[in-house]
């Protein structure tokens, strides 16, 4: 086995792969390879999904004590009911159905080698709540039921490379929660491992620069959430990060890669970061308890869903799934269906010449510890219009009214296409000033390094703020001055 590179060369030796081939006309002819790949592809792999009724899903059943739906085996997730407690919160208190799925799975990138690049191995997966089908995954995406195939189903592929990693490099192994509004307290381990051994390219797999990923993330919903999670956990934090991506230090492009320096000025120290958020932890006054599914209050339970009474939020839903590559052909299950599109922006300013971003420290009911920082808005906003007035995020309305030239990303991505049916959210982010942006108790302005080093540990960042992380890191290599969005944002 070839010996790898020191770890003090892989954060320079990963950025080299965000900037190969990025030039207009080489990555316009790659993203057209890519998409070429999913269609053929395509032809293949696939999901047929039909709504059910959720008291006609085979192989799960309704809990008659406590209305729980749990699969027979055991295993998976069971669908339960939530009661929170928030004194002093726009919404003191209230209960709602919540996905409990308490094993940990497993979201692993291989990356490896090949003509002096580091290239990243991702799949084309399909998954029942995908709006569009395939979607670029992680080499690995399986929670411990799947790997341990309590399905019955074919094997997970390279596997092995995350469960018995010595003889590779680990770049980033780190456990991150998911949504904390639907799931209660779900963590899965996002690592990242280096490989210098051969490895068979199965069929629906490929080999992608960084800079053919971040490209991707410019394609509508075609990067699903998991690999975004991991993609985020990359430590991009290079001294000399703008020589490698030749940028000439003007612009919002030049901020951007200033603020990946790990002496980068800041506005806050990391120890003052740290101290803000663990006060946030302790001093909120809050509790959360697990309840039985038919004890929820405010929602309508049929034979076909389960459901708001308002008409918002989200319901609970049945499906029938026929696949085709993936480990199991057909199954049904209950899923989550968001009610209508989310916003989800990073709110991002130049301090002292740095480019900072607007982190909220969010309480969401799920979290393991209390709250973690979240982007500067997270909602659907025809939801939010029936909450009470100072439920209204504090920057929705920046966000919505933002004038084209100030927006740097705009694109629509689903969240995890498992659990989640159409789970569509338009990710954004928007360059203000700092100066006309009144720091509000529960926000801070962060440097985008120090951002990357919460990374490093767990439960810092949401998984909506990784995926804008994700975001940022694309932008090191777009072009500059970034070309404004004229897309429109749904809901107000």
């Known amino acids: 086995m070839r010996m790898l590179p020191g770890s003090a060369e892989t954060p320079r030796r990963l950025a080299e792969s965000l900037a190969h081939g990025t030039d ?17 592809f395509g032809r293949y792999s696939y999901t047929d999904v039909t709504r059910v009724p959720l008291s006609g899903l085979k192989g799960w059943h309704h809990d008659p004590a406590t209305g729980d739906i749990r699969h027979d085996s055991g295993k998976f997730f069971t669908i339960e009911g939530l009661a929170a407690h928030l004194p002093g919160g726009p919404v003191p208190e209230w209960t709602q159905p919540i996905i409990n799925q308490p094993e940990i799975g497993v979201l692993g990138l291989l990356v490896k080698e090949t003509d002096g690049v580091l290239r990243a191995l991702v799949q084309a997966k399909v998954e029942p709540g995908n709006r569009n089908g395939l979607q670029l995954s992680p080499t690995v995406q399986a929670t ?6 309590v399905h019955r189903g074919r094997a997970v592929p390279y596997l092995e490379f995350f469960r018995d990693h010595r003889n590779h490099h680990v770049i980033a192994d780190v456990r991150q929660s998911e949504q904390g509004a639907w799931f209660y307290r779900k963590r899965n381990r996002n690592m990242i491992v280096e490989t210098t051994d051969d490895v068979e390219l199965r069929d629906g797999f490929i080999w992608l620069t960084l800079g053919e990923l971040y490209a991707m993330l410019a394609e509508e919903d075609r990067i699903n959430m998991d690999l975004r999670s991991v993609l985020s956990c990359l430590p991009l934090s290079v001294p000399d990060l703008d020589t490698v ?14 603020s990946c320096h790990p002496s980068a000025r800041t506005r806050h120290s990391f120890g003052e970061l740290l101290h803000w958020l663990t006060d946030v932890r302790t001093g909120t006054d809050g509790s959360t308890d697990r309840i039985p599914l038919n004890s929820v209050q405010g929602w309508r339970r049929t034979a076909e869903t389960i459901a708001h009474e308002s008409g918002q939020f989200f319901s609970v839903i049945g499906v029938e799934v026929t696949a085709r590559g993936r480990e199991v052909s057909h199954w049904t299950q ?29 309480v969401e009911p799920g979290y393991l510890d209390v709250a973690e920082l979240a982007p500067t808005v997270q909602c659907i906003p025809d939801s939010v219009a029936v909450l009470p007035a100072e439920a209204r995020p504090p920057f929705l309305d920046t966000v919505l009214s933002a004038a084209p030239s100030r927006v740097r990303y705009n694109t629509v991505l689903s969240e995890e296409g498992g659990r989640f049916y159409q789970a569509l959210s338009r990710y954004m982010i928007v360059e203000t000033d700092a100066e006309e942006t009144e720091e509000h108790p529960e926000f801070r302005w962060i440097a985008v390094h120090q951002l990357m080093e919460l990374l490093r540990h767990s439960h810092y960042l949401n998984v909506q703020a990784r995926s804008l992380v994700t975001c940022l890191h694309g932008l090191l290599s777009a072009p500059e001055p970034a070309v404004p969005s004229t897309a429109g944002v749904e809901g107000s």
Do not use: C, K
């Open 24 to 40: 207009p006309e080489n990555i316009a002819g790659r993203v057209a390879h890519i998409q070429q790949w999913f269609t053929d």
């Open 144 to 149: 411990r039921s799947n790997y341990t195939r």
């Open 334 to 362: 209950p899923m989550l269906q968001p009610r209508s599109q989310g916003v989800i922006a990073l709110l991002v300013a130049r301090i002292d010449g740095v480019l900072h971003a607007l982190m909220h420290a969010r």
């Open 245 to 258: 991506l030749r940028s000439d230090g003007t612009g919002f492009r030049g901020a951007l890669v200033r």
